[in-house]
């Protein structure tokens, strides 16, 4: 199978089958918390894209060619901890500086970045399936890619629920929110199995 194939079907395979929020339970705060319309699920899927893929062509050079060789490998979660920290800050000052007006509309999703345990774990599953740095990156951009369609799909069906939908007065609020993303969740089972 050549590269080019293995990395698309790296890509389709985090969009569905390994899809963080809905798979691997990856990044609920956020997916739960920011899923509350398309505009701010579009921000944020946009930003966890971008710093996912950005975070990856960082972290993975830096295990393989400086952890690994020095012997520090156990650092691994700090370090990347800390990378992810401050890539997040300088990508927020770049365009607070350069690009002010996407940063007032991006503004609040930048920080909720940095703790999104999502971004973390693609770093960490990378160098746990030894993947090489290109499948690495397609692998966080598919990641990306699927947080980002998981919460469109999660903002979608919430505001549907609002509008259109009587909702029993003990399901409004969390109660509700939960029970979409189980049934999302089950419905992103069914994916199992098409790809590795």
Not at 10 to 35: A, D, E, H, K, R
Not at 106 to 125: F, H, R
Not at 131 to 136: K, L, V
């Amino acid at each position: 199978m050549s590269t080019l194939s293995k990395m698309v079907i790296i890509i389709i395979g985090m969009i569905t089958v390994n899809n963080y929020p809905l798979s691997q339970f990856l990044g609920i705060c956020p997916f739960l918390g920011v899923s509350t319309d398309l505009n701010s699920a579009t921000g944020m899927g946009v930003a966890v894209t971008f710093v996912m893929t950005l975070a990856t062509i960082v972290t993975w050079p830096l295990q393989i060619f400086v952890l690994d060789k020095l012997g520090i490998g156990y650092l691994q979660t700090v370090a990347f901890i800390l990378i992810i920290a401050a890539l997040v800050q300088f990508i927020e000052m770049f365009m607070k500086k350069n690009m002010p007006a996407l940063y007032k509309s991006m503004g609040i999703y930048l920080p909720l970045i940095t703790t999104n345990c999502a971004v973390l774990g693609v770093c960490i599953s990378n160098l746990d399936k030894e993947y090489n740095f290109f499948e690495s990156v397609a692998q966080a951009f598919g990641g990306g890619l699927g947080f980002w369609f998981a919460l469109c799909i999660m903002a979608g069906v919430r505001s549907k629920l609002v509008d259109q939908s009587r909702i029993p007065k003990s399901f409004h609020g969390v109660p509700i929110v939960l029970t979409t993303a189980s049934i999302l969740s089950l419905a992103f089972l069914g994916f199992s199995g098409m790809f590795s």
